[in-house]
């Protein structure tokens, strides 16, 4: 595997259900972020991860629980979600660094609440 | 509040036309990049311009920073229906990696 990889790629789940996405970066990044993109939006940047520890939440409900175990790995556990929360959820890792900051993102998770 | 402003929101041109997305923000920032996104798929780096005045080619695609960093450019040369998808800037900060993304410029160039 290269780059950043997202599974499930569809996503399909009820109000009531508990999911998981998941996130793998292959890249030798040590940062990693969610982003929320929702039609006709811009990118809503919701977790930052820098060394595996969260730098930044984006006042995210905490319908949305993100992990990150080490620094390739990212997850977004999922409960009691609202239909408007059917969106495209993007992963995206980065070396943290002074100025550049290149993000390299994954295909992302199509997620539809019912 | 941290805003960068994409222009135009919508472009359908014939292909071989030439056109031109515009990313404005009254702050500074250390970087800009521009990514292009496909529908169902994650945004993918195209190019990052870093100095004022900076201009970077790729083919047909011409990225220009503003002298004061708080603007860029994006001109397509000559079209083609491959071009076709969202095009999005993004503005980096010293303070790290974070980005703020402008809304996107959604690009449709027909046969």
């Known amino acids: 595997e290269t780059g950043v990889t997202q599974t499930p790629r569809h996503l399909v789940m009820g109000m009531t259900n508990k999911k998981s996405l998941k996130c793998e970066q292959h890249l030798g990044h040590n940062a990693m972020y969610w982003y929320k993109q929702s039609a006709k939006k811009p990118l809503e940047l919701m977790f930052v991860y820098n060394f595996k520890e969260q730098t930044e939440n984006n006042s995210v409900p905490s319908r949305f629980s993100p992990e990150c175990p080490n620094s390739s790995h990212l997850f977004l556990h999922l409960h009691t979600l609202q239909p408007e929360d059917s969106a495209l959820y993007l992963c995206?890792?980065?070396?943290?660094?002074?100025?550049?900051?290149?993000?390299?993102f994954g295909p992302g998770t199509r997620l539809t609440v019912l | 509040t941290q805003l960068l402003e994409q222009s135009p929101q919508f472009l359908s041109i014939q292909e071989g036309e030439n056109l031109t997305v515009y990313c404005n923000s009254s702050s500074v920032f250390s970087s800009l990049q521009w990514y292009r996104q496909e529908p169902g798929e994650g945004p993918v780096l195209l190019v990052t311009v870093v100095t004022g005045g900076e201009v970077k080619k790729l083919k047909r695609l011409t990225f220009q920073f503003g002298d004061a960093r708080k603007d860029s450019s994006l001109h397509i040369t000559a079209a083609q229906p491959g071009d076709t998808g969202l095009y999005l800037c993004a503005g980096g900060y010293n303070q790290g990696g974070k980005l703020i993304f402008g809304q996107g410029t959604e690009l449709s160039v027909k046969p």
């Open positions: 995206a890792s980065s070396q943290w660094s002074g100025s550049w900051n290149e993000q390299f």
